[in-house]
């Protein structure tokens, strides 16, 4: 069964950093994906922040987010990490890992397995 747990949240000034993890299980991950992701308040969709594909380490981001944020991997450790520096207020929103819902597709299959999610606030 695959399974993820983020964690790594919390309140945060802009222009500060947080790491989120995401730790990950029941799956190989050469075979498939971990992307974050987020959901504003007030919003229903998820916005996808970055990707990271398992065959080849190919890794993308949002434009809102790209050079502000870094996504790792220990495979060894099926962690994932996504190093967020000089947040910004409209970061604010709750953060999720996710894994594709079909192998063999890196980032370009739909996403599913949501972990519980990790809450990051960044005031002014």
Not at 15 to 21: K, Q
Not at 37 to 49: L, N, Q, S, T, Y
Not at 77 to 92: S, V
């Amino acid at each position: 069964e695959v399974q993820v747990v983020e964690s790594g949240g919390g309140l945060v000034q802009a222009g500060g950093s947080l790491r989120l993890s995401c730790e990950a299980s029941g799956f190989t991950f050469d075979d498939y994906a971990i992307g974050w992701f987020r959901r504003a308040p007030g919003k229903m969709e998820r916005e996808r922040v970055s990707c990271i594909s398992g065959r080849d380490g190919t890794t993308t981001y949002a434009n809102s987010v790209k050079g502000r944020f870094t996504m790792s991997s220990d495979k060894a450790k099926m962690t994932f990490y996504l190093q967020m520096d000089n947040l910004k207020p409209g970061d604010t929103a709750v953060y999720y890992c996710g894994v594709p819902l079909a192998s063999g597709y890196g980032c370009l299959w739909g996403f599913g397995h949501w972990g519980q999610g990790t809450q990051v606030v960044v005031s002014t």
